[in-house]
């Protein structure tokens, strides 16, 4: 007979699959392929990342999820050295219909807060997930 499950416990499976869900429509198989790897090395930070980040704040609604996607590639410019996530973000930011233009646009203008410098990495950053995505569409 199967466990009955606590509404405490109840909760933390609704914000897991939440989580996935969030992921999965921004980040896609991607996403999914990010988390394997990270729960091969920690387990526990893979469901952090799964519960907290994209089961309570994603999830949210109040934003829709194109300008999360913009909010969390301003900040990840203005960083200046989180490549791995912009990358994830900038194609995420695609998956969830900005444009090239749009997000060309926010890393443009966090050149005034975050410098020239982060600007120009993320731009080619940028620049390599648009490359990508072309070859993915032929």
Same mark, same amino acid.
């Given at each position: 007979m199967a466990k009955k499950l606590s509404g405490d416990e109840l909760m933390e499976v609704n914000r897991y699959k939440r989580g996935e869900e969030a992921l999965s429509k921004i980040h896609g198989h991607i996403g999914e392929s990010v988390m394997d790897a990270l729960k091969a090395i920690s387990p526990d930070f893979a469901r952090m990342i799964i519960e907290f980040p994209y089961g309570d704040i994603y999830s949210r609604?109040?934003?829709?999820?194109?300008?999360?996607?913009?909010?969390?590639?301003?900040? %990840?410019?203005?960083?200046?050295?989180?490549?791995?996530?912009?990358?994830?973000? =900038? !194609?995420? /930011? %695609?998956?969830?219909?900005?444009?090239?233009?749009?997000?060309?646009?926010?890393? =443009? !203008?966090? /050149?005034?807060y975050a410098g020239f410098p982060a600007a120009v990495n993320a731009i080619l950053v940028a620049k390599d997930v648009f490359v990508e995505s072309e070859k993915k569409d032929h």
């Open positions: 609604g109040v934003l829709s999820p194109k300008e999360r996607q913009i909010a969390t590639i301003a900040s %990840l410019v203005t960083l200046g050295n989180a490549t791995t996530e912009l990358k994830a973000h =900038i !194609q995420g /930011a %695609l998956n969830v219909g900005c444009s090239r233009q749009e997000i060309v646009e926010v890393i =443009i !203008q966090m /050149a005034v």
